[in-house]
């Protein structure tokens, strides 16, 4: 019995080292656009809670080096920029941004579960919806 779950370990190790080999890109493509904020609290709340998936600023933590979870933050990064980046256009879907901002639905529950700083009032909500319609009018 012993003997089966010292092999099953090894493959199970065996597996994640080989996993380590398939890279994801991990980029941030220069900033295009510069966003003309309507205060610094709408940008700092946006760079709290937004910006890592949502510009071409990403901070990159450790974990987005390791497989699987560096599958996971690209995919949301890459997703991310495909929805909204300010990084590369002032076309943001504020009437969209808003629903999402006040569904709960962003930022995600796996993003606030690493970054508690993400974590957004609902005064935090509102300041931000409101300064997102103001800056990209």
């Keep these: 019995m012993k003997r089966w779950i ?3 370990l090894a493959a199970a190790f ?6 380590q080999f398939i890279r994801t890109n991990r980029t941030n493509p220069p ?25 071409n600023e990403t901070r990159w933590p450790w974990y987005s080096r390791v497989a699987p979870l560096s599958w996971l933050v690209a995919n949301h990064v890459n997703e991310g920029r495909l929805d909204m980046n300010i990084s590369s256009s002032d076309e943001v879907d504020v009437t969209e941004a808003a629903h999402q901002i006040r569904s709960g639905s962003m930022p995600p529950a796996d993003y606030r579960f690493m970054h ?5 009032s609902e005064t935090e909500k509102t300041e931000l919806i409101s300064g997102l319609k103001k800056s990209f009018r």
């Design 6 to 8: 010292l092999l099953a």
């Design 14 to 19: 065996a597996v994640f080292g080989a996993m």
């Design 31 to 55: 900033v295009e656009f510069e966003v003309a904020w309507d205060s610094p609290h709408t940008r700092d709340l946006f760079y709290r809670a937004c910006a890592d998936c949502h510009s």
């Design 116 to 120: 508690p700083e993400a974590r957004l």
